[in-house]
């Protein structure tokens, strides 16, 4: 799990050479920052990258660095697909809308949302492995 503090001050003294886009796993532009570092364009805008991860908040942190990756799924073939929303009238002149029992939310959205109940502490990384794993079985 990446730490905000740590990213911070890596882009603040070591940003020049793009240190810090290596340790949150963002290796391309970690290259790019060392063929510019001559440039010293690399070292300003570092800078500020680091002012800005020391002053965002820690869940905005852990949700732009620390999301699980999950790979997408094209909906049009069989993962993730979604039913068709059927109308009804149940003869009060209401329609209600009902959906078929095959309509399930996408897998990479039950993860995210266990991710969310993980870091506000209402899961533990245990539970949210066990639950994860589950979940990616039955695909």
């Known amino acids: 799990m990446k730490n905000k503090t740590t990213a911070g001050l890596l882009a603040i003294f070591l940003g020049w ?25 690399p070292l300003i805008v ?6 800005i991860y020391l002053t965002m908040s820690e869940e905005a942190f852990n949700l732009k660095y620390n999301m699980p990756k999950i790979p997408f799924v094209y909906p049009g073939f069989g993962v993730g697909q979604q039913a068709i929303n059927v109308n009804v009238n149940n ?35 245990d539970e949210f492995v066990e639950k994860k794993k589950k979940m990616l079985e039955a695909i």
């Open 17 to 41: 050479l793009g240190v810090h886009k290596f340790y949150l796993d963002r290796t391309a532009q970690g290259i790019l920052y060392i063929v510019f570092m001559w440039t010293l364009i």
């Open 46 to 51: 570092s800078i500020i990258e680091g002012i």
């Open 91 to 125: 003869g009060g002149g209401n329609l209600e809308t009902h959906k078929s029992p095959t309509d399930k939310v996408p897998v990479s959205e039950q993860i995210q949302k266990l991710y969310k109940l993980k870091l506000e502490g209402v899961l533990t990384e």
